[in-house]
């Protein structure tokens, strides 16, 4: 078994044990005395809470082990399945989408274990977001040795503690943590948008109550769905392969193949294993047309059928043109490598660049296609189905057309220079003579 799959295996076994029964409602007037002065936010998050109307207490949540000041370490921090004994139905959808996967996915990068410890398991980089996903015994374990026990929950990622309020996960800035930045600018890309724009028209009451204005949640956890899937996935590639396209066809298998899925026969390579278990990717039609069917019912909730039909065909056929643009650049770098211009670092398994070593690429021209693909390409795609022109242009399909002339002068620049070194080397031994 591969790392990756190691890796996942271990949060897939993690995902599903079974729920404690709930403890019987203890009083919690010690707590809140202690805390009052203590923490005293958190009280009052509390206090404010669904859970405080309905008797759910701080041992419902942090069990009855800690009693002083002296053994707060035994206070348990609460888990989804601490939540899913009430919350049976959220916690279930929650465990079979994307987010449940955040934590198996960033281990599953081939350098995430470089990355210094407070962006790995520490909340200051990847890990305060990917914390979300759902973990095993032995990385909740690790987690308390290595950042105090933090980063174990799920839930209250959007409901944040001690309020979990429901009306606080269902404005578009609970997701603006992490869906922001370099790779995932969705919240920027919403904001500027037209449905964005709207919604901060109607809470401000400029426009109607009852305007349109769709929000993150709106098309995202359709009737409170938390699974959070899309058609296409985080990194817009997928199965199978359109029919009556050869151009697409071998642009996405050069894609696939850079990301480390395919080897260079075009076979399935171990990466693809992980794919299949994580759900990331939609690999069959039949997958696809579900979530896309998800995603027409929501549009045309606001719009005609007609038209959210062709604002998504046109948003599938940017990523057949971005994927042209990409598959050039990675065939360019792949090149480098076949007539040995280039080394090929010796950890890829592949005669292909491997997109998956994000910035930890060697050498300049492989950091550019890294930026090409996880910041431009992503940009360009995310940008159509986020109603944002200006991101699919500017910020998108422009700055791939420049990556590519960089990537494309690069390549020759080093040819060059190689041919020189070779005829300096072959003038030497007649400059001895």
Request: aromatic share 6%; with cysteine; glycine share 8%.
């Amino acid at each position: 078994m591969t790392h990756l799959a190691l890796t996942l295996g271990l949060a897939l076994a993690a995902a599903t044990p079974a729920a404690p029964k709930k403890a019987p409602a203890r009083a919690t007037d010690a707590c809140v005395a202690c805390h009052r002065k203590t923490s005293p936010s958190i009280v009052a998050d509390w206090k404010a809470s669904r859970h405080s109307s309905l008797g759910v207490g701080c041992t419902d949540c942090h069990g009855s082990d800690h009693t002083t000041k002296d053994d707060a370490a035994k206070a348990k921090l609460p888990t989804p399945e601490t939540c899913g004994q009430c919350h049976e139905a959220q916690v279930a959808g929650f465990k079979r989408g994307k987010h449940a996967f955040a934590w198996a996915a960033v281990k599953a990068m081939p350098t995430f274990h470089y990355q210094a410890l407070a962006v790995r398991e520490g909340l200051k980089g990847c890990g305060g977001c990917h914390k979300l996903g759902l973990k095993s015994e032995a990385e909740a374990k690790e987690l308390k040795e290595t950042a105090g026990g933090y980063g174990v929950a799920s839930c209250d990622a959007c409901h944040t503690r001690h309020l979990f309020s429901r009306a606080e996960a269902l404005q578009p800035e609970a997701c603006k943590t992490c869906h922001m930045g370099f790779d995932h600018p969705q919240w920027e890309m919403y904001d500027a948008s037209k449905h964005g724009v709207r919604n901060e028209l109607k809470r401000t009451r400029t426009i109607p109550a009852t305007s349109a204005a769709p929000t993150c949640q709106t098309c995202h956890m359709q009737n409170g769905d938390h699974e959070v899937r899309t058609a296409w996935g985080f990194l817009a590639v997928r199965l199978p392969f359109p029919e009556g396209d050869k151009q697409w066809t071998d642009d996405r298998i050069t894609i696939l193949q850079g990301l480390g899925v395919l080897d260079p026969n075009g076979k399935p390579t171990g990466r693809l294993d992980v794919v299949k278990a994580a759900d990331v990717a939609r690999l069959t039609q039949e997958a696809f047309d579900a979530e896309r069917a998800k995603t027409l019912d929501t549009c045309t909730r606001c719009h005609g059928a007609s038209f959210a039909k062709e604002q998504l065909r046109q948003g599938d056929g940017l990523i057949r043109d971005l994927d042209h643009l990409m598959a050039e650049a990675i065939r360019t770098v792949a090149g480098l490598y076949q007539d040995g211009t280039l080394a090929k670092p010796s950890t890829y398994a592949s005669a292909f660049p491997d997109l998956l070593t994000f910035h930890d690429a060697p050498t300049p021209i492989e950091q550019k296609l890294f930026v090409m693909f996880l910041e431009h390409r992503m940009r360009a795609f995310q940008g159509a189905f986020h109603a944002n022109p200006d991101y699919v242009t500017w910020y998108g399909w422009s700055e791939m057309q420049r990556d590519l002339t960089e990537i494309r002068a690069a390549a020759e620049e080093l040819r060059r220079a190689k041919r020189v070194d070779a005829q300096l080397e072959a003038a030497r031994p007649a400059a001895r003579k």
